[in-house]
């Protein structure tokens, strides 16, 4: 069989498809070279998330990740000036207390304090402190949240208190109810008492439930149904839902 020249219309039209591509993935690595350097972390999805970085276009994946990855969750919080003690892992019959935390530090504090929680638990009352609870204080209050007043994270129990039917997140400690917050002039805001308000105590408490949205898979409130006239019921379980 007969060479074909070097010079031969096949030989030429390969090499100006080899150099084409060549010269779009020059282009493509000086795009994305570019867009590292220039865009915001919160917005890549290759970027660590960071509790200080404001939410962005790949917060929402990076931190569902995040939450199921039992040292990565751990490694964000201590990152992000959260202190934070083991729980020793327990099984008691269809309960359980596991990969569960107790937050010390670094977050607006719980009363009564430090309970039991999940990790990823944990991580959304974090991120939903740092970028949900305390910015709608400062814009509604005009003041900081100091405490959150809450009713527990662990119970052994059924929904509802039912005698039959699906464990609820508390049986977990995947499940945070909070029923009022204090504010730094010494108010004491509560759902059971202000939520439907009109005024600004109202506002608030609306505006912290949907922010807990953000960042916990189900959050109920007294919009719900009248079991929750009295706090807001934050998880982080296999139901989404925002009420």
């Known amino acids: 069989?007969?060479?074909?020249?070097?010079?031969?219309?096949?030989?030429?039209?390969?090499?100006?498809v080899w150099a084409t591509l060549l010269d779009a993935a020059l282009v493509a690595i000086a795009v994305l070279w570019w867009i590292d350097a220039a865009a915001p972390p919160q917005d890549l999805p290759w970027k660590p998330l960071k509790l200080e970085d404001p939410p962005g276009l790949a917060t929402a994946a990076k931190f569902a990740g995040a939450a199921q990855?039992?040292?990565?969750?751990?490694?964000?919080?201590?990152?992000?000036?959260?202190?934070?003690?083991?729980?020793?892992?327990?099984?008691?019959?269809?309960?359980?207390?596991?990969?569960?935390?107790?937050?010390?530090?670094?977050?607006?504090?719980?009363?009564?304090?430090?309970?039991?929680?999940?990790?990823?638990?944990?991580?959304?009352?974090?991120f939903?402190?740092?970028?949900?609870?305390?910015?709608?204080?400062?814009?509604?209050?005009?003041?900081?949240?100091?405490?959150?007043?809450?009713?527990?994270?662990?119970?052994?129990?059924?929904?509802?208190?039912?005698?039959?039917?699906?464990?609820?997140?508390h049986a977990f400690a995947n499940a945070l109810d909070v029923a009022g917050f204090r504010l730094a002039d010494g108010r004491r805001l509560t759902?059971?008492?202000?939520?439907?308000?009109?005024?600004?105590?109202?506002?608030?408490?609306r505006a912290a439930r949907d922010g807990a949205c953000d960042w916990f898979r189900a959050t109920l409130s007294p919009d719900y149904n009248a079991a929750h006239r009295d706090h807001l019921h934050l998880d982080f379980g296999r139901y989404k839902a925002c009420r």
């Open 69 to 126: 990855d039992r040292r990565l969750c751990r490694a964000i919080l201590r990152e992000g000036g959260v202190r934070f003690t083991e729980v020793a892992e327990q099984v008691d019959g269809s309960c359980a207390q596991l990969n569960a935390v107790r937050l010390t530090a670094g977050v607006t504090r719980l009363s009564p304090a430090a309970p039991a929680m999940t990790c990823p638990e944990a991580l959304s009352y974090a």
């Open 191 to 205: 759902v059971l008492g202000d939520f439907e308000r009109e005024d600004e105590r109202g506002r608030f408490l």
């Open 1 to 16: 069989m007969a060479k074909v020249p070097v010079s031969s219309p096949q030989y030429v039209w390969l090499g100006a």
């Open 128 to 169: 939903w402190d740092r970028h949900g609870l305390q910015p709608a204080a400062r814009r509604i209050l005009s003041q900081p949240v100091t405490q959150v007043d809450h009713l527990g994270t662990y119970a052994c129990r059924n929904i509802y208190n039912q005698a039959e039917g699906r464990r609820s997140e």
